[in-house]
């Protein structure tokens, strides 16, 4: 049995990371690290949680467990500053170490470490034990574009997320009265996942994110001019993943379907009257755009079923 260690348990993606190896029939949990809720029992965090949990330590402490993996659930700027040992997987959820050009790293996040393997396991397989998570929209659009790479020299993404993916930290934007009854954009032409979604891809989008008034789940609209038979590219992309489904001819992804689970859904229309080929790409921001998606990296890195812990299937009703 492999050991586990999350580095900042009390966020949201702490928290989908920590449910995700409660299930793990691979992974031991040996050290929950929160420097607020330090000292305290896991059910601080959330009363479901029982005594067969070790309390909280500091961050420091857990990142010296000697666990087998760690999950760096850190801001961009604390995930920058770790010090990663030398004998254990680290997976990064941050943005940190995601971008190659330090350049374009340092305008994007305040910061420039350097970058870890990117690891988007159905396109981009993580090479060693240093590992950037994608981020939420970028998992997404990637996902919809990124067998299509070879084909389209630009792409048009309109993504829209839940709140949760605005993090646990208490902000105005956030605030049920900001965000229920409501519908909006924002960082428009200037969201930090837009230059990593180009640099895997090897050409600039045009992204535009959205606010949903939802808690959680994500769905992006991809518009590409092409004389490829995206269909084929996609299904023959995924034909061996248990995580992606293409779905039939005429039928949308929906967010009801993927809310909780670490799977996404890819439609693929045509526009009759101009040509342009939609790819939809539906997915939870906290599951495969987040947690599930660093469970799946570690689990490749230390040589485990690949989707040992993941939750694949939603409600059906």
Not at 11 to 27: I, S
């Amino acid at each position: 049995m492999a050991t586990a260690a999350i580095i900042g348990t009390a966020g949201y993606v702490g928290q989908e990371t920590l449910d995700r190896l409660l299930a793990h029939p691979g992974l031991e949990v040996v050290a929950l690290g929160s420097d607020s809720l330090a000292g305290e029992a896991a059910g601080s965090l959330d009363v479901r949680l029982n005594g067969s949990l070790p309390s909280f330590a500091t961050n420091a402490e857990a990142a010296a467990s000697g666990a087998d993996v760690l999950f760096l659930c850190l801001d961009h700027a604390e995930a920058a500053a770790f010090d990663p040992p030398t004998d254990a997987v680290v997976v990064d959820l941050s943005g940190a170490h995601r971008l190659v050009d330090p350049e374009l790293a340092h305008a994007w996040y305040g910061v420039a470490p350097g970058a870890w393997s990117y690891g988007l396991p159905e396109l981009f397989p993580p090479a060693g034990n240093l590992i950037a998570n994608p981020g939420c929209y970028a998992t997404a659009a990637l996902l919809a574009l990124g067998p299509l790479a070879g084909a389209i020299d630009g792409a048009i993404i309109d993504a829209k997320s839940g709140v949760s993916g605005a993090g646990k930290a208490l902000k105005a934007s956030s605030h049920a009265g900001s965000v229920l009854e409501n519908f909006s954009p924002y960082a428009v032409g200037a969201h930090r996942h837009g230059p990593e979604i180009a640099q895997q891809l090897g050409h600039a989008v045009c992204f535009v994110p959205h606010l949903l008034p939802v808690r959680r789940g994500l769905l992006a609209t991809c518009y590409v001019q092409t004389g490829a038979d995206v269909r084929a590219l996609l299904e023959d992309a995924y034909a061996g993943s248990a995580v992606v489904r293409i779905l039939p001819e005429g039928t949308a992804p929906e967010l009801s379907r993927v809310q909780g689970t670490d799977a996404a859904e890819l439609g693929v229309f045509t526009d009759a009257a101009t040509g342009t080929t939609i790819v939809i790409c539906a997915l939870d921001n906290l599951g495969k755009g987040a947690a599930g998606q660093a469970v799946q990296n570690a689990n490749l890195a230390l040589g485990l079923e690949p989707i040992a812990g993941l939750r694949l299937s939603g409600v059906l009703v």
